[in-house]
């Protein structure tokens, strides 16, 4: 998979190619990133990447001929067949603009387009860019949440770096991407190293045992316990198991037993501001 990056600022992408598996992977030849800078395809003396918005107000928008200059000559880069171009799949790449008023992300929609086409990214920056930009060279907009950056640098280097490890290969043997939270649509069990005992907290007699089935098994429970808790949002209990929704009914009569307090909620320590309407178990 190869990944073209439009940017002002192409030295923040070091952060991925200098850090990490995201640079082992780059390093391998499994992926590869390369960044354009509108800067580099302006005309004028001042080489200006800036301009103002029509209507007026205060801030400016990214000038639109560079920045179409940058993208054309990154959509030409990826014409030309490349060691990472993918098992030959012969698919166009996508270009891809990352804000606020983009699709939300998710780990779904990251596994479809890691075994995807080649990507490109355009970060914008300032007030943004054009919207006829958008209409006509963006592919599809995405957002990483309900919050506004500087620019779409971290954001585009956040979600190269969650489609590099789902490379095949970019992953050493003690890392499992089958193993991520979410990859089974469910929030991570709780992990514990030494010391066994860390100021009076000790680790779960079960881990302790070497029973590798009942540790799946206390894991699994742990996953639906963690996930009822903090993102009862991602709980759909109509696709659960019978066996998972055993799991989980102990883990809430047991969490309900410690706690005193028979509901089938959880509490409100863990619930976000707007998420009410999604409580009901
Ligand atoms: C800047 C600005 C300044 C004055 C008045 C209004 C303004 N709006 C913006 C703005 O939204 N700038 C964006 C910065 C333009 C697109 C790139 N930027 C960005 C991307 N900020 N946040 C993201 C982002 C991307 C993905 N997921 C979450 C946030």
């Known amino acids: 998979m190869r990944f073209e990056v439009v940017t002002l600022f192409p030295e923040m992408f070091a952060a991925l190619t200098d850090y990490g598996i995201s640079s082992r992977a780059i390093k391998q030849g499994l992926v590869s990133l390369s960044c354009l800078n509108p800067r580099e395809f302006t005309t004028d003396k001042h080489r200006t990447v800036d301009d103002k918005p029509y209507g007026g107000g205060p801030g400016m928008l990214m000038k639109t001929e560079p920045l179409v200059a940058a993208i054309t000559a990154a959509k030409a880069r990826l014409q030309k067949a490349g060691p990472e171009s993918g098992a030959g799949t012969g698919q166009q790449a996508k270009t891809i603009y990352l804000s606020p008023q983009g699709k939300p992300l998710n780990q779904a929609a990251i596994e479809q387009m890691a075994q995807g086409s080649d990507l490109i990214l355009v970060c914008g920056r300032y ?134 307090d028979q509901n089938e909620s959880p509490p409100g320590k863990f619930r976000s501001e707007c998420d009410e309407q999604e409580q009901d178990h």
């Open 127 to 260: 007030q943004g860019i054009d919207t006829r930009v958008i209409d006509s060279v963006i592919d599809e907009e995405w957002s990483l949440g309900d919050f506004v950056l500087s620019g779409g640098e971290l954001a585009a280097m956040a979600l190269i770096d969650a489609l590099i490890r789902l490379q095949p290969g970019a992953l050493g043997d003690d890392d499992s991407a089958l193993q991520d939270s979410f990859s089974g649509g469910l929030l991570h069990w709780p992990e514990y190293t030494r010391p066994s005992d860390f100021a009076g907290a000790t680790v779960p007699e079960v881990l302790l045992s070497g029973d590798h089935k009942a540790i799946a098994q206390w894991r699994e429970q742990q996953s639906l316990g963690a996930t009822w808790l903090k993102r009862p949002d991602l709980l759909n209990r109509k696709n659960l198991s019978t066996k998972q929704r055993e799991l989980l009914d102990e883990f809430i009569n047991e969490y309900n037993l410690a706690d005193g």
